[in-house]
Structures are given as C-alpha cells and as structure tokens.
C-alpha cells in the first residue's frame, strides 16, 4: 500500500526557532528528532509571506503568479483544478484537514473528503456589521470555538485574554485547562482521525496549527520555560529606523517602532514558548501513531507559511522579504525509511511552499499535475543531491502599501526592491544572516546589484502591473493583491 502522508503545518513560525539549528534559547525536541529522521531544508521560503497567498502555493504547487494572489485578501474564491488534497483522493487516498485553512469560502474542501477547521480570528467572518450570517464564525467558519463554548461555557471567546490576533508585541497565558488550548484541540481531533479512517485505505492528513501566529497565550508551564531567561536582543540593522517619535512601538498590533523592553521580552517568550508547547503537542501525535501502528509507513512534512519578525530591525509581524519573515522551517522525516532518504542531513538549496505539493505527490507516487509549478525535493535527500539540477533563486514578493516590494534570493545573498519607492537593498546571507548591513549604495557590490536587479526584470517581464519596461523596473506602478485571472472572478453562490 502507498504510505500514509502527514503534513504538519503551523502559522507564522520563522525559520530559524528549531534547536536543532542550534537557536539559543528554543527548545523543539520532537521537531529535532523529525530532522533526525530525515532531512531539514536550510534554506527554505516563502515567496509570498503573509497566510492566504502562502498557503493557496502549499495546495496547488503553484507559484504566486500561479494562484493569483501576490498579497493578502480574504473572500477572493479558491477555484483551483489542482490540489494536493484531490490529487490524493484520486488516487484512493483518505483525505482530512484539521485546523487552519483559511481559504474561501471557509467550507471549500479543497479536495479534502472532509474539514474540521479552526482559522482562529479572521476579521471578514468575526465583524458583526459587515457580513452575512451564513459567512460568519457562529455559522460555518469554525468549529472549535462552539466545541470550547460547550467546554468552558457560552460566553466562552476568542479574545476573551484581550489580545489581537495581530499583536506581536504583548503575550499572557492561557487562562483555561491546557486541554482546550487551539493548539491540544488540533492534536486531540487528529488522533480521533486515527480512529475513525477508513483502514483499508493510505490517510493524508493536513494537521493545521494557528500558532505561534498570535495572539501569544501558551499554557503557563510552557511561558515559564522562558520568561525568566536572558533572551538574545533583536538584530538590528544599519538601515532600520531607529527612531520612533510617534511612539508606533506602543500599539499593540503595530507592524514597526521601539516596544517597551519588558513588553518586548514577555512576547518574546511567549512565542517561543507557543512553538515548544507545539513541539509537544506533536510529540504527542507521534506516540498516538505508534499506537495505532502508522508511524512507520507514514512520510511527514513540517513546514510553516510564513514566519514572525518578532523586533528584528525593529519590526513585527510578518509580510515583508527579511529572514524573520520570509523563512520558514521545512523538514521531510521518514521514520520507516519509505523513501530511502540520507537522513540526519540539512540541505542548502533553496526550496519554497510550491515544492510541498509535488514532494507529497512524488513520495505517493501520484502523476503530478502539468499546473503544478514547484519541484519535488526528493532528489536533493539522497545521496548524490550535489548532482541534481536545481534552481538558481527564488522571486517573492507582497503587495503592502508603501512597502510593497519584490525579492530575490539564492540562500546566499538578497535583493529586495520596494516597487512604490525604488529603493533597493542587498543582503550577503552567508555572512551576514542577520541583514545587518545593506550592500546596496557599496561601490564594490555595484555588480551585484545589478546582477540582481537584472534578474528581477527579467522576472517581472509581462506583469500586468507594469512593473518593468523589459529595461529597468518602474517605480510606483500600482499594485493590487490579487492579479486579475482570479480577482474577475465572479464569487460562488452561498
């Protein structure tokens, strides 16, 4: 029989929070012990690093020009022929999801035979004066928040700690049992799939985490793990802004400033804190595996859609093209050798979201679609990965206002042009992980630059935005979130 497939996918976790990758306050044992049966991808991004368009590339394979979405905008259908899940059921796989989707509307199945969702806050469904009931969270967009309604009681909420589902500067901890945390409840609705599958067929099971996006509220034992440690200081880069007159540090969701330190330091902790009770929690999944006998004819990937810039250079959340941001974890583990991976490696090409839907089909020996436009990592974990032809870069990009931007990056250095100014920024990864000092105005780094900046054109050539005359890219062409072969779209019928 094929192997059963588990993707394990969190929200917002940024690249580098893994102990194996020796972070020096993180601890993710079973996360490493993943790694330790398989392979862990170093250089692994999202091209476009905010959740709905990162995540329509994990389910189709499909670059962001592909999917459409080149920015984040929520009730913009997904009609897409092609995905990981309907692949998989075409193929006589059992298909389910848990957790986090957040695709529209909020009950597509995505090829799924079936969806247990939770996508924690999301405003289009939760504001009251703007939408139709049948659109709503009460209705059909969750069903963990009635499950822990009849758990902790009626007025049970969301936001019952105060906290904004984008406020990446303050944390508290749960205030209920650990059991009902979103994160146990993902776990817990997982190993009942265990139960319930049909065991006469292979499972893919898509097990989705709203954490560590926040709001930050790990369970009191796990926020003690870090609260009281010396936290290494954000890095800081020599083109941050490191002034804040209007004080954009104090708002709770702000996106830049200067953060009380002690703020700081608590939703630091906190975030770590959130990825180690994940880690837990996925320690816990594994044993459940073992019991029921599938541990070992099922291949896993962990992967994240987009990370947290968590104060580094004195931003926060997520969007734009730095490694906090921009980075994600990605490990392919195989316990039962399936695959005859060269496990226990970490591998330097640059992968990206769009490579998850043709590895998964390659590992279940499923045809992967002609629309699929990643490639299969598979080759790179075995032994002669050094002889493999591979991408040279990837291009991200987000639309985000002013900040707007298009990025390219080998793993080894980083170009970022914001497409509403034309300023230009250029990273020596290797050297300089941090993005401490901008290359860009150094004259020995003109070649480079241009290199970079030629390839970027190359790369915008035919966009409908008008980013490139196909000479030199165009300053302050106006973009949009969603190009225009899915924003025509007429939205289906509710």
């Avoid at 940024?14 to 601890?27: A, E, M, T, Y």
Wanted: some cysteine; hydrophobic content about 35%.
């Amino acid at each position: 029989m094929k192997p059963n497939i588990l993707l394990l996918m969190v929200d917002q976790m940024r690249g580098d929070c893994l102990s194996v990758l020796d972070h020096p306050v993180v601890d993710t044992p079973n996360l490493d012990q993943l790694a330790r049966n398989g392979v862990l991808f170093q250089q692994a991004y999202t091209a476009t690093p905010s959740c709905v368009p990162a995540r329509a590339s994990v389910l189709t394979g499909m670059s962001q020009t592909g999917t459409g979405r080149v920015g984040y905008q929520d009730k913009v259908p997904w009609n897409y022929e092609h995905t990981l899940a309907g692949e998989l059921t075409k193929a006589g796989y059992h298909t389910q999801a848990i957790g986090k989707m957040h695709v529209y509307p909020a009950r597509n199945l995505l090829g799924f035979h079936n969806v247990v969702l939770h996508d924690g806050y999301l405003h289009y469904n939760r504001f009251k004066h703007q939408n139709l009931e049948i659109e709503s969270y009460n209705y059909s967009g969750d069903d963990y928040l009635p499950w822990l309604k009849q758990q902790a009681g009626a007025q049970a909420d969301l936001n019952d700690l105060g906290l904004d589902c984008n406020a990446s500067t303050v944390a508290r901890p749960w205030h209920l049992p650990e059991s009902m945390h979103p994160t146990n409840w993902v776990v817990t609705q997982s190993i009942d799939f265990l139960r319930r599958r049909d065991p006469s067929k292979p499972f893919f099971l898509k097990m989705s985490f709203v954490r560590p996006h926040p709001p930050f509220d790990p369970p009191q034992a796990f926020f003690d793990m870090y609260k009281d440690l010396d936290l290494p200081d954000s890095p800081v880069g020599d083109w941050a802004e490191t002034e804040d007159p209007g004080k954009q540090g104090y708002n709770p969701v702000t996106s830049k400033g200067i953060v009380p330190k002690n703020r700081l330091k608590r939703a630091q902790a906190a975030y770590y804190a959130l990825i180690t009770h994940i880690d837990y929690q996925i320690g816990r999944f594994l044993m459940a595996m073992e019991e029921h006998g599938v541990l070992n004819n099922t291949v896993i990937l962990f992967c994240s859609d987009h990370g947290e810039l968590l104060g580094d250079h004195h931003l926060f959340r997520k969007s734009l093209a730095y490694e906090g941001s921009a980075k994600v974890p990605f490990i392919l583990s195989d316990p039962g050798n399936l695959l005859k991976l060269q496990k226990n490696q970490k591998v330097d090409r640059v992968v990206e979201l769009r490579d998850i839907m043709p590895t998964l089909l390659d590992a279940a020996k499923v045809d992967i679609p002609d629309s699929v436009e990643g490639r299969s990592v598979l080759p790179l974990c075995r032994e002669q990965q050094p002889e493999v032809e591979w991408r040279e870069y990837i291009h991200g990009e987000h639309t985000l206002g002013e900040s707007s931007h298009h990025y390219l990056t080998n793993g080894k250095e980083k170009y970022i042009w914001y497409s509403q100014t034309g300023e230009e920024q250029l990273f020596h990864l290797e050297q300089d992980p941090q993005e401490l000092v901008n290359l860009s105005a150094k004259a020995e780094c003109a070649d480079r630059l241009h290199f970079w900046r030629e390839r970027l054109i190359k790369e915008l050539e035919g966009r409908e935005e008008g980013f490139t005359d196909g000479k030199k890219l165009v300053v302050g062409r106006k973009t949009k979130a969603c190009l225009a072969h899915i924003s025509s779209e007429k939205k289906p019928s509710v």
